[in-house]
Protein backbone atom coordinates (compact mmCIF):
# COMPACT_ATOMS: atom_id res chain seq x y z
CA UNK A 1 0.00 0.00 0.00
CA UNK A 2 1.47 3.32 -0.89
CA UNK A 3 1.62 6.10 1.96
CA UNK A 4 0.66 9.86 1.38
CA UNK A 5 3.90 10.42 1.62
CA UNK A 6 5.06 8.50 -1.10
CA UNK A 7 2.05 9.38 -3.49
CA UNK A 8 3.07 12.83 -2.79
CA UNK A 9 7.15 12.12 -3.43
CA UNK A 10 5.76 10.60 -7.05
CA UNK A 11 3.76 13.12 -7.93
CA UNK A 12 6.65 15.48 -7.42
CA UNK A 13 8.42 13.36 -9.60
CA UNK A 14 6.39 13.07 -12.52
CA UNK A 15 6.29 16.99 -12.91
CA UNK A 16 9.80 17.01 -12.67
CA UNK A 17 10.04 14.39 -15.02
CA UNK A 18 7.28 15.74 -17.44
CA UNK A 19 9.21 19.75 -17.18
CA UNK A 20 12.33 18.30 -18.65
CA UNK A 21 10.34 15.57 -20.69
CA UNK A 22 12.02 12.19 -19.73
CA UNK A 23 10.78 9.69 -17.99
CA UNK A 24 10.82 9.42 -13.55
CA UNK A 25 12.85 6.43 -14.29
CA UNK A 26 15.54 8.24 -16.05
CA UNK A 27 15.35 10.74 -13.18
CA UNK A 28 15.74 8.77 -10.85
CA UNK A 29 17.52 5.48 -11.69
CA UNK A 30 18.98 7.31 -15.35
CA UNK A 31 17.71 4.44 -17.42
CA UNK A 32 18.03 4.94 -20.95
CA UNK A 33 14.15 6.06 -21.94
CA UNK A 34 14.89 9.98 -21.97
CA UNK A 35 11.57 11.18 -22.81
CA UNK A 36 8.41 11.31 -21.00
CA UNK A 37 6.17 9.67 -23.92
CA UNK A 38 8.64 6.83 -25.02
CA UNK A 39 8.20 6.10 -21.10
CA UNK A 40 4.38 6.07 -21.51
CA UNK A 41 4.85 3.60 -24.14
CA UNK A 42 6.91 1.73 -22.23
CA UNK A 43 5.32 1.16 -19.70
CA UNK A 44 1.45 1.02 -21.35
CA UNK A 45 2.73 -2.12 -23.07
CA UNK A 46 3.98 -3.64 -20.02
CA UNK A 47 0.76 -2.65 -17.98
CA UNK A 48 -1.14 -4.02 -20.94
CA UNK A 49 0.94 -7.38 -21.22
CA UNK A 50 0.20 -7.83 -17.41
CA UNK A 51 -3.64 -6.90 -18.15
CA UNK A 52 -3.90 -9.92 -20.95
CA UNK A 53 -2.64 -12.07 -18.76
CA UNK A 54 -4.56 -11.90 -15.71
CA UNK A 55 -7.53 -12.14 -18.78
CA UNK A 56 -9.76 -14.87 -19.50
CA UNK A 57 -9.06 -16.26 -23.49
CA UNK A 58 -12.02 -14.48 -24.66
CA UNK A 59 -12.39 -11.35 -22.98
CA UNK A 60 -8.28 -11.49 -24.05
CA UNK A 61 -9.46 -11.70 -27.59
CA UNK A 62 -12.25 -8.98 -27.41
CA UNK A 63 -9.29 -6.50 -25.78
CA UNK A 64 -6.62 -7.55 -28.24
CA UNK A 65 -9.52 -7.03 -31.32
CA UNK A 66 -10.10 -3.04 -29.48
CA UNK A 67 -6.47 -2.61 -29.23
CA UNK A 68 -6.59 -3.24 -32.93
CA UNK A 69 -9.17 -0.93 -33.78
CA UNK A 70 -7.81 1.47 -32.22
CA UNK A 71 -4.68 1.13 -33.68
CA UNK A 72 -5.77 1.43 -36.99
CA UNK A 73 -8.36 4.13 -36.30
CA UNK A 74 -5.58 6.27 -35.43
CA UNK A 75 -1.93 5.27 -37.59
CA UNK A 76 -2.80 7.46 -40.39
CA UNK A 77 -2.20 10.55 -38.12
CA UNK A 78 1.03 9.24 -37.05
CA UNK A 79 2.35 8.96 -40.30
CA UNK A 80 0.69 11.54 -41.92
CA UNK A 81 0.33 15.39 -42.45
CA UNK A 82 -3.41 15.38 -42.97
CA UNK A 83 -6.42 17.50 -41.21
CA UNK A 84 -6.53 15.82 -37.01
CA UNK A 85 -10.07 16.83 -37.33
CA UNK A 86 -10.82 12.52 -37.39
CA UNK A 87 -8.61 12.53 -34.52
CA UNK A 88 -10.02 14.99 -32.14
CA UNK A 89 -13.66 13.44 -33.23
CA UNK A 90 -12.61 9.86 -32.21
CA UNK A 91 -10.86 11.39 -28.93
CA UNK A 92 -14.01 13.15 -28.00
CA UNK A 93 -15.97 9.71 -28.47
CA UNK A 94 -13.67 7.95 -26.29
CA UNK A 95 -13.90 10.64 -23.56
CA UNK A 96 -17.30 10.51 -23.74
CA UNK A 97 -17.09 6.61 -23.64
CA UNK A 98 -15.31 7.05 -20.06
CA UNK A 99 -17.24 9.67 -18.46
CA UNK A 100 -20.53 8.03 -19.37
CA UNK A 101 -18.91 4.35 -17.59
CA UNK A 102 -17.57 6.64 -14.64
CA UNK A 103 -21.48 8.36 -14.32
CA UNK A 104 -19.81 11.67 -15.75
CA UNK A 105 -18.26 12.40 -12.54
CA UNK A 106 -21.22 11.98 -10.15
CA UNK A 107 -18.89 8.66 -8.68
CA UNK A 108 -20.76 5.27 -7.51
CA UNK A 109 -22.32 5.72 -4.69
CA UNK A 110 -23.31 2.62 -2.00
CA UNK A 111 -27.04 1.75 -2.16
CA UNK A 112 -27.51 3.72 -5.44
CA UNK A 113 -28.29 7.17 -6.62
CA UNK A 114 -31.19 8.86 -5.31
CA UNK A 115 -34.12 9.89 -7.38
CA UNK A 116 -33.05 13.51 -7.95
CA UNK A 117 -29.54 12.39 -8.09
CA UNK A 118 -30.42 9.64 -11.32
CA UNK A 119 -32.49 12.81 -12.55
CA UNK A 120 -29.88 14.95 -12.77
CA UNK A 121 -27.77 12.43 -14.25
CA UNK A 122 -30.13 11.65 -17.04
CA UNK A 123 -30.11 15.35 -17.86
CA UNK A 124 -26.31 15.46 -18.21
CA UNK A 125 -26.37 12.71 -20.22
CA UNK A 126 -29.32 14.14 -22.52
CA UNK A 127 -26.92 16.93 -23.13
CA UNK A 128 -23.63 15.33 -23.32
CA UNK A 129 -25.52 12.43 -25.85
CA UNK A 130 -26.32 16.11 -28.44
CA UNK A 131 -22.61 16.52 -28.25
CA UNK A 132 -21.79 13.14 -29.10
CA UNK A 133 -24.26 13.09 -31.19
CA UNK A 134 -23.01 15.80 -33.58
CA UNK A 135 -19.35 14.53 -33.25
CA UNK A 136 -20.53 11.18 -34.71
CA UNK A 137 -22.18 13.35 -37.60
CA UNK A 138 -19.09 15.18 -38.35
CA UNK A 139 -17.02 12.17 -37.96
CA UNK A 140 -19.45 10.90 -40.47
CA UNK A 141 -18.72 13.38 -43.34
CA UNK A 142 -15.62 12.85 -43.14
CA UNK A 143 -15.56 9.76 -44.08
CA UNK A 144 -18.12 10.12 -46.76
CA UNK A 145 -16.22 13.33 -47.86
CA UNK A 146 -12.61 11.15 -48.37
CA UNK A 147 -15.07 8.22 -50.12
CA UNK A 148 -16.28 10.90 -52.61
CA UNK A 149 -12.68 12.45 -53.59
Not at 115 to 143: A, R
Request: aromatic share 12%; hydrophobic share 35%; proline share 1%.
Amino acid sequence: MITEKEHCLRRKFSTIAKYFGVSMDYLTKGDEVVNYDEYQVNRYNEDFHQMLIKAEPNVREKILKINDQIFFLTLEHAVSNQDNKELDHLHEIINFILRMKNSFGMGIKKGGFSPSDKYELLKFFLKEKQEIDKTFNELFEIYIERRIK
